[in-house]
T-cell receptor, first 110, second 112 residues
Framework: NAGVTQTPKFQVLKTGQSMTLQCAQD?????MSWYRQDPGMGLRLIHY???????DQGEVPNGYNVSRSTTEDFPLRLLSAAPSQTSVYFC?????????FGPGTRLTVT | QQQVKQSPQSLIVQKGGISIINCAYE??????FPWYQQFPGKGPALLIA?????SEKKEGRFTISFNKSAKQFSLHIMDSQPGDSATYFC???????????FGGGTRLMVKP
């Protein structure tokens, strides 16, 4: 029972490149979300999903796309990476009031 | 505009001392206030949480105090230990625990 897994752990991109951050959960939760963590800013919600086929925007959605075709997976796509997207990205899943976070992906955009 | 403000940004406490971290919120629709603990290289993990219908919740050495009228809540770590050294985040939610709004975080160091 892995909980929440994220790949890759580290990634370096050049400005303008695209990539997908993967997130998978085996906890059978309907709710999944993506946060970015920046120093002094805490974690900020990017996108979230309340179930397969349903997604919505969080606080900082610009530059990111998501889709949810299965309960288990919730990938985050960067369409055209910018240096401002340098951050640590966390995927989370939950049921009710407890959210479980993955180990994170550290992304650097040069 | 940060809806949840957390202080201090960093805190150094001697082993056995009390660590206190404070948070203030603006949105009165928030109805769930968790604290998360994060160790380096790891994701945040739920530590303790409170609803606004109680003024205090204690779990072991960790206590949340909640002041609804002042829109403030705080985390107290009693008998702080070096193993408590981590970053602590307060958060708030109004959507069944989903869509957490986080404070900026407090890096706690407990000196042996």
């Amino acid at each position: 029972n892995a909980g929440v897994t994220q790949t890759p752990k580290f990634q370096v991109l050049k400005t303008g490149q695209s990539m997908t951050l993967q997130c998978a959960q085996d906890m059978n939760h309907e709710y999944m979300s993506w946060y970015r963590q920046d120093p002094g800013m805490g974690l900020r919600l990017i996108h979230y999903s309340v179930g397969a086929g349903i997604t919505d925007q969080g606080e900082v959605p610009n530059g990111y796309n998501v889709s949810r075709s299965t309960t288990e997976d919730f990938p985050l796509r960067l369409l055209s990476a910018a240096p401002s997207q340098t951050s640590v990205y966390f995927c989370a899943t939950g049921q009710g009031y407890e959210q479980y976070f993955g180990p994170g992906t550290r992304l650097t955009v040069t | 505009q940060q809806q949840v403000k957390q202080s201090p940004q960093s805190l150094i406490v001697q082993k056995g001392g009390i660590s206190i971290i404070n948070c203030a919120y603006e949105n009165t629709a928030f109805d769930y206030f968790p604290w998360y603990q994060q160790f380096p290289g790891k994701g945040p993990a739920l530590l303790i949480a409170i609803r606004p219908d109680v003024s205090e919740k204690k779990e072991g050495r960790f206590t949340i105090s909640f002041n609804k009228s002042a829109k403030q809540f705080s985390l107290h770590i009693m008998d702080s230990q070096p193993g408590d050294s981590a970053t602590y985040f307060c958060a708030a939610s109004s959507n069944a625990g989903n869509m957490l709004t986080f404070g900026g975080g407090t890096r706690l160091m407990v000196k042996p």
